[in-house]
């Protein structure tokens, strides 16, 4: 037998190897899925794929879309033709330093369930779903954005939960839209304290300093457009101080994309 006819012989070997091994694979799987199938991360009830919502619970969720402010997103309560170039109240007042954000549903008492079994209760299955959900949802911001980043959590929080939401999100919505994220982008130097009872201002108060670019990310950012992911915007003080961050850094433009979003009549 001659080199070559060996060399076919061992990759048609490999081939056949590596078929049978994803056989092999897809029958664990589904035999998981039998003695384990995937539930609901809403209701537990079981469904066809992980992280995917049964119908029930899908019909719950409440979608944002337009008329929405055209800076932070916030959905209005009335249809206008020009939702195009309409700021809401509060941006109008005082314009957030990144361009734009998106979310994909409102936070409210279904939402906060499944946002919290994802973000606390382990339920990191559901990433790939809920990436898909804000793939869809900011579209028009992907197609714009040169990199993707999360939010970063400060070291020690990541040490206690063993996951970021958002560099998880980041990383699906990455995949999905083939750009580039870097994980790393921006540092959580301040373990800031939680800030679920604060109002706005002490929002902004409890992040000012609290984030700054990695040390060896400065090089990334000239002139380029940046998609900060995460998994909640309520006041928009967070994003708003990783956005600052940025543009100090050299890029061009910040836009943001969430999971889910408050939605209150002045923010």
Known sequence: MTQGARAINTSQDTSRGASGLSRLSVLAGSA???????????????????????????????????????????????????????????????RPPYERARAVMVYGDFSRKLVLAFKHGDRTDTAPALGRWMASAGADLIQDADVIAPVPLHWSRLFARRYNQAALLAGVVGKLAERTVVQDLLIRRKRTPPQGRLGVAARRRNVQGAFRLHPARTGNLEGRRVLLIDDVLTTGATVAGCAKVLLRGGAVAVDVLTLARVVRAVE
């Open 32 to 94: 998981l899925d039998i003695l384990l199938p995937p539930q609901c991360p809403s209701c537990n009830g079981v469904v066809e794929a992980a992280g995917v919502l049964c119908g029930p619970c899908w019909r719950q969720v409440d979608f944002v879309s337009p008329p929405q402010c055209v800076a932070c997103g916030l959905p209005f309560s009335f249809d206008t033709s020009l939702s195009d170039t309409v700021l809401c109240g509060a941006c109008a007042r005082r």
